[in-house]
């Protein structure tokens, strides 16, 4: 079976040259249940390339969405950090925009609720989109409608039917999400109202690129974006990005602020002319900007593995995971850490606790067990909330524990 796809899933040109090769890997939130640890894991290629044509980095695996998004572990509300910056978004958004009870927002993505909660406490009418039947069902039990579906063109022609069309259509981590990329963003155009304003947020690839942040490639995230990409792609469906806010979320991420293309109301500001540059500057027009990241995700995987060599081997110290994240199991199956190495992974997410992590193994334990084992480090899977978790387990210090970073190059922290 031709588990690839040859061809650029935006533009249609061929697939010949590599970005990072990661080998054949499970799926990042595939967590396990004990009574299926010693059954085969689902393994497909997780091999990234770049459209040599319109730059696009894409990995190429065919992975059908249900089998991932049907019954999905991240629930958004376990940060606070993520929460606050929903919160911020929602009162920047009503001011900004002027909306109120006759204006209607809708977020592609929605999971549990997370940041359209905050528009229904202001007053303004909300629908959710989300394929994820576990985390829609949390989302209305907060009050926020959601309806369990994926979202493209037919969803849009639908909502539009329906008299659901937006004034606001959020899409925050999604765009990475979706294969058919060309659907997605017809239906975009098709749900946002006359005046309307589409913002999204996502990791950006100038940063992942520069802090080797290779663990957050994992199959749900079929596409890592540049501005200059994501602007090509949504002009070819009407729109354009007329803003763009650089937010520290994921490992730096950027929020963009797009509109339909004719729309006269939103002049270019400031913010996209200075990404624009940066992405410049980094050389990211040239296909020799993406070339060598392979190697230095090398450099960090033996980097990490000496670590961890150095610390348990060694000294026989003890390590710990914090965050059953998606980018953890990447991390730990890219590097083949398994638990002679690590003795389990903290994860406060109630849908995650007492399951094993995917590849590795892992048991995912509660916080208490941090008191209980009194672990020598910390090794922070969930590097992106590195000052949360930090704060949250201050008091390993008392026996002398310390925090592991892993990327951009294993580090230990104070
Ligand atoms: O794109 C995606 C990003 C936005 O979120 C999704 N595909 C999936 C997910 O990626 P991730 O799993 O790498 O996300 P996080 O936010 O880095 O995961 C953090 C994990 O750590 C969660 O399982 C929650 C957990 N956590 C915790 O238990 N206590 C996190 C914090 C801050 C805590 O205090």
Known sequence: MNDTVAACRFCGSALETDFVDLGSMPLANNFITRD???KPEPHYPLHVKLCTKCLLVQHNAIVSPENIFTDYPYFSSYSAAWCEQARRYALTAKQRLGLGPASRVVEIGSNDGYLLRHFVELGIPVLGIDPARNVAEVARAAGVPTETRFFGAAAARDLVARGCAADLVVANNVLAHVPDINDAIAGLKLVLKPGGVFTAEFPHLLRLIREVQFDTIYHEHFFYYSIMVLERILSRHGL?????????SHGGSLRIFACHQEDPTHAEEPGLSRVRAAEEEAGMDRIEAYA????RVKEARSALLAFLDEATRRMAKRVVGFGAAAKGSTLLNVCGVDGSQVDYVVDETPAKRGKYLPGS?????GIEAVRRTRPDYILILAWNHKDEIMRKLAYVREWGGRFVVPLPRATVLG
């Open 292 to 295: 060598g990241f392979a190697a």
């Open 361 to 365: 193994h892992l048991p995912i334990v």
């Open 36 to 38: 299926k640890l010693d």
């Open 240 to 248: 354009r990005i007329f803003n763009v806010e650089e937010l520290p």
